[in-house]
């Protein structure tokens, strides 16, 4: 066994491949999506509501963790913090490369209760944003309603909106709840029962029927009683930064890259001096 990898590494270039494409599959496994169907960052919390603002500070700290890089806000409203950096930006172009934040945060259209479609319609926004993911980034999509836009990242099949309550969704469920309540899950992420604002979610999510089946298995908060029974209104196929998971930093493929020759090399090397 021991002859047959000393042989894979002695050809420079095949070493090289096999760690870059490693390091491509680590990068993908680390990435996190988040669902949220609620309003308070992109539209209470830009009116000062204390419940709406301390669950704002709740998710920066949670997808921002402790990583020195600021968080993306994309979308039409301008958002703050009180706990870790954002940058505010119309859309994903303006925003630059995307590996200069921890997570990139989608606002609904006019910060309020349904996706904003053309943020990642606009020419190479979808690319760029796969691109992020597939580096190990959090995404979170305000007031996700199933749109076939964000398929690239929810994987949905243009089937999400049949599995989506409330506001903008197929099914049943409040257009305003305050009735949505903190998992075990939600509270390793870094977050608390939020105070009432008078209209915390408008949307919910079927985990178990539908959104599970994709990878969705983490609800931070469930629905509650104004939806129905195992959906939930804010719903990730990962762990935050705060968690353990999402946006963990790793090398480039170019680092992998130099990684693979440097050891292929250092093989190499060994074999001519014990020849």
Known sequence: MFKTIKAVLRSTWVGAALLFFTGAMLQSANATVILEGSDAIGLHSTYGDVNAVAYRDQTWSAIGG????????????????????????????????????????????????????????????????SAYLAGGGTVMIQN????????????????????????????????CSDG?????????????????????????????????????????????????????????NGQTVTGGGGGTAVPEPSALVLFGLGLAGLAFSRRRRAN
């Not at 995307?98 to 209760?113: D, K, P, Q, R, T």
């Not at 899950?185 to 985990?207: K, R």
């Not at 629905?223 to 719903?235: I, K, N, R, T």
């Open 66 to 129: 402790s990583d020195s890089r600021p968080i993306a806000a994309i979308g039409s409203a301008t958002l703050g913090s009180g706990t870790h950096a954002i940058m505010n930006f119309a859309n994903v172009a303006a925003a630059g490369s995307l590996s200069n934040y921890v997570a990139l945060y989608f606002i609904a259209g006019g910060g309020c209760c349904t996706e904003d479609d053309s943020l990642v319609t606009a020419a190479g926004a979808q690319a760029a944003i």
């Open 144 to 175: 996700y309603i199933g749109g076939a836009a964000w398929d690239f990242a929810v994987g949905a099949g243009g089937m999400g909106n049949a599995h989506v309550a409330g506001v903008g969704g197929a099914l049943s469920g409040s257009s």
């Open 180 to 236: 949505e309540t903190v998992t075990a899950a939600g509270t390793l992420n870094g977050f608390t029962q939020p105070g009432a604002i008078g209209c915390w979610s408008h949307q919910a999510y079927d985990q178990a029927g539908f959104f599970a089946g994709l990878g969705f298995t983490t609800s931070y908060f469930n629905g509650g009683a104004d939806f129905p029974v195992g959906f939930s209104s804010l719903l990730a």
